[in-house]
């Protein structure tokens, strides 16, 4: 996998410079823009190039010979290359931004002043990509350097243009383990109600990069500092203060266990996945907040999987998520506190629950439940053991009669041939029957006077 992003990274490249290169030679100015130019600064690789230049649009698909106009208005086409789209846009300025995300006029200017419209200092930079000469207009590298997310002039003012940028200002300092300048922070605290302006979809998209790329708890912490998160997701803010039995969660309330799992997330480079895991473990305990009762006998949570379930499948829905990705999350909510019987189960139980689909996730999920508390990894280390004893064929066995098989033995069609056949799979599994003989005897055994 690493080596596949390496080359993926150098082709992004290669074809941006191509593309940078084409423009200059045209009598143009071409540079790249913003993140790219940051991960140079800081040694990462960059997998995605942002072009700004001096041509106008119809300039640009002048050049090359499969673009698409995604932006023309603003300036913006994408030059395709290998199915592969890159931004350029043209210098601009911008009068103000009436909804709140669009500029209501665009005007095309310089690179200096096409900066200065941009959100923060750290991705305000030029290069030059046939030099590697940076133009710096912002301090943008003193703030690279001192590890600050600043915007580039007034917050309010920059925010407001598109409040999404208070969570981009979260996402970066998180990911890249920066810290937000103080009026910067300030801004979002006083304008964290606005966030609500912005589409679920693109506040999803941003979340999903908090979680995904680095920094997951810091960038949690910092969404409950600025109040983004009482905001966006009021459920999970509750979960603060929701205190938990010392036996089995050492490390404090259901806020502060949450964010050590958020801590420990691995990142698999399955960015689809990775997004599943990390809802799933955001979400696994929010039922608690509001179903922690406590008697004689101590602090219980009686019911919290099945209201976590309900509470998680509104927000999936509220932030727009894919059908798949919300039944994914729902059912490692729906199985989290099952691994605590495994080493009790029937045979047959137990491989139906190791057959699982995405079993992978739900392990993880436990692992990372369990280093997060009490530290107990018991439980995880028996599923390993079984996954590694059975064999695909004990798991997922090979079923030695069909649903004809039955109806030639002498069975009616209907409801009858179904359990018939999950009462054999039943048998497999726990080992009672192997053979075909053996599967003919059971059936006449026990269903024949059905």
């Known amino acids: 996998m690493p080596g596949e992003q390496d080359k993926t990274a150098k082709n992004s490249r290669s074809h941006a410079e191509a593309i940078a290169q084409r423009l200059q030679q045209a009598g143009h100015e071409a540079y790249f823009v913003g993140g790219c130019v940051r991960d140079f600064i800081l040694g990462n690789a960059s997998g995605d190039y942002d072009i700004v230049t001096s041509a106008l649009p119809d300039q640009v698909m002048d050049l090359f010979p ?37 500029p209501s006029q665009v005007h095309f200017s310089s690179a200096k002043e096409d900066v200065f419209r941009r959100d923060f200092t750290v991705n305000g930079l030029l290069m030059d990509p046939s030099s590697g000469e940076i133009f710096d207009y912002v ?3 003193v703030d690279i350097e001192t590890k600050i997310i600043r915007t580039i002039g007034n917050p309010d003012s920059r925010f407001s243009e598109d409040y999404l940028r208070m969570l981009r200002a979260i996402r970066f300092a998180a990911n890249l383990g920066f810290e937000i300048e103080s009026e910067t922070k300030k801004a979002i605290v006083q304008n964290a109600a606005r966030i609500k302006q912005i589409s679920a979809e693109r506040v999803r998209d941003e979340f999903n990069k908090i979680l995904t790329r680095g920094g997951a708890r810091t960038g949690f912490e910092l969404l409950c500092d600025t109040n983004l998160l009482q ?7 509750k979960l603060q203060g929701v205190e938990q039995p010392p036996r089995f969660h050492p490390e404090g309330d259901v806020w502060q266990h949450t964010l050590k799992m958020l801590e420990f997330l691995p990142a698999n480079g399955n960015i689809e996945r990775d997004i599943c895991l990390a809802w799933g473990v955001l979400l696994h305990d929010v039922g608690k907040a509001v179903t922690r009762s406590e008697d004689e006998k101590g602090v219980h949570f009686y019911g919290h999987v099945q209201k976590g379930e309900e509470i998680a499948d509104d927000i999936m829905q509220r932030l727009r998520f894919s059908n798949a990705q919300r039944e994914t999350v729902l059912n490692l909510i729906r199985q989290h506190m099952v691994f605590m019987n495994v080493q009790k189960m029937r ?7 190791l057959r699982m689909p995405d079993f992978d996730l739900h392990l993880e999920l436990h692992r990372l439940d369990c280093v997060a508390s009490h530290g107990m990894l018991d439980n995880y280390e028996f599923c390993r053991e079984q996954l590694r ?37 039943e048998e497999q599994l726990e ?11 059971y059936v006449l055994r026990t269903w024949r006077y059905e």
């Open 66 to 102: 499969h673009t698409v106009p995604i932006g023309a208005k603003f300036g913006v086409v994408a030059v395709i290359i290998e199915n592969h789209p890159y931004e350029v846009a043209t210098f601009r300025s911008d009068d103000i931004y009436e909804d709140g995300r669009h």
């Open 139 to 141: 301090d943008g590298r």
């Open 231 to 237: 905001e966006i997701l009021p459920e999970v803010a």
């Open 347 to 353: 045979t047959g139980r137990l491989k139906r629950f």
């Open 389 to 425: 004893i059975f064999a695909l064929d004990d798991l997922h066995p090979h079923r030695l009669l069909t649903g004809n098989d039955l109806i030639a033995m002498g069975f009616t069609p209907g409801k009858i041939i179904g359990d018939i056949l999950q009462s054999l799979e």
């Open 431 to 441: 080992g009672r029957i192997q053979t075909l003989r053996d599967a003919k005897d």
